[in-house]
């Protein structure tokens, strides 16, 4: 069984950063991508940037310029740096990872960004 956890959201003040992490646990075969999405109340869930087992990110349109993404294979993490945080930025993140040939979600951690 492969669990996905993630942690370190929170409430932060606009213009304040913000690192989540993201855990895969479990027999593992493969670990290849891994990536952080997110979802607002009201809208639909969008990546924000994906990275994969070599290092390799990949980010989505408008994401890179305040988003980080990087990954520990030994500690089977992937970290999400996010700096000025304004209150758009609101909303669940959650994180995927592909391991053992499959997609597996966490559950997600709030991040709430006040104005």
């Known amino acids: 069984q492969v669990h996905v956890v993630e942690s370190g959201g929170g409430l932060v003040q606009a213009g304040e950063s913000l690192t989540l992490s993201c855990e895969v646990s479990?027999?593992?075969?493969?670990?290849?991508?891994m990536g952080w999405h997110r979802q607002a109340p009201g809208k639909p869930r969008e990546l924000i940037a994906d990275?994969?087992?070599?290092?390799?990110?990949n980010y989505a349109d408008s994401m890179e310029d305040r988003f980080t993404i990087s990954r520990d294979n030994a500690k089977r993490t992937v970290y999400l740096q996010m700096n000025s945080l304004k209150p758009e930025d609101t909303a669940v993140y959650y994180c995927?990872?592909?391991?053992?040939?499959?997609?597996?979600w966490g559950q997600g951690t709030q991040v709430t960004v006040s104005s």
């Open positions: 995927k990872a592909n391991a053992n040939f499959r997609d597996y």
């Open positions: 479990g027999t593992l075969i493969t670990l290849e991508n």
């Open positions: 990275i994969s087992r070599r290092g390799r990110p």
